[in-house]
């Protein structure tokens, strides 16, 4: 038998063959009991893996970038300031993704391999009182640099209290060090196919009770899942609702769609 292909890339990282052989076993009804009692383990057990034992920890069914998008509409709101830290391409990629979303995006870059000046920051957030979250990478896959995320959430809690810290750890959880808690961070997003040794397609996002106090009002715009139903539904015993998307014609792009807007003629409901 030939061996595997081996693949040279910073994820998906190899899966363990118990991993393997569970992804083999018959697929349940996911509305049923069993599905809801093994959700709900996976969910206690992936918030210890992100070291917030009996937190929320959403799941969504799609890539670490679509988590980001949910974990980030559902507690900055529509045209906030928003200051995106950026030493490589995912740092980059946030950016973009903020300014396609309309907020009002500062940046603070250090060189790729470089960390933060902090001084830096804590200028950048004075100058900006009504900033309402600060991203970072944890760990920049690109460059392969991990950022004290822990002195980065300490200055921007000195220098502006009221912003939301939210930290993409795509490459970093279970394979770094990474306290949300006690580094006082208020999103923390994640996916399957790294640290966690699972195949790509779910992404994960926990928000501290402060993110979740600001999600409420707020109309989910994105093209993801939203994450106040990914936490909601989950608790209340019901299964996860899969993102809705809908093909719009008339944009060209899959946009989300929320329980409010109506459904482009033609589009049927599948499953
Ligand atoms: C640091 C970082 N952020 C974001 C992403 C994007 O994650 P995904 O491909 O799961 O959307 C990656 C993927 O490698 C990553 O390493």
Known sequence: MSAPPRLYAPGPVPVPPEVLAAMARPVLHHRGPEFRELFARVRSRLAEVFLVPGDDVVVVTGSGSAAFEAALLACVPAGAEVLCLRSGRFGEKWVGLCRRFGFAVTELAAGYGEEY??????????????????????SETSTGMLHDVAAIARTVRAAAPDALVVVDAVS????AELRPREWGLDAV?????????????LGFAWLSERAWGRSEGLVPTGTSTSGASARARPRAGRAARRPRRWWRPSTSRWAWSSRRASRPAGARRSG
Do not use: I, Y
């Open 117 to 138: 000046d902090l001084e830096r920051l804590e200028a950048e957030l004075r100058a900006r009182p009504g900033t309402a979250a600060v991203v970072v990478v944890h």
């Open 172 to 175: 970093s959880l279970a394979a």
């Open 189 to 201: 997003v994640s996916g399957s196919q790294k640290g966690v040794m699972t195949p790509p397609g």
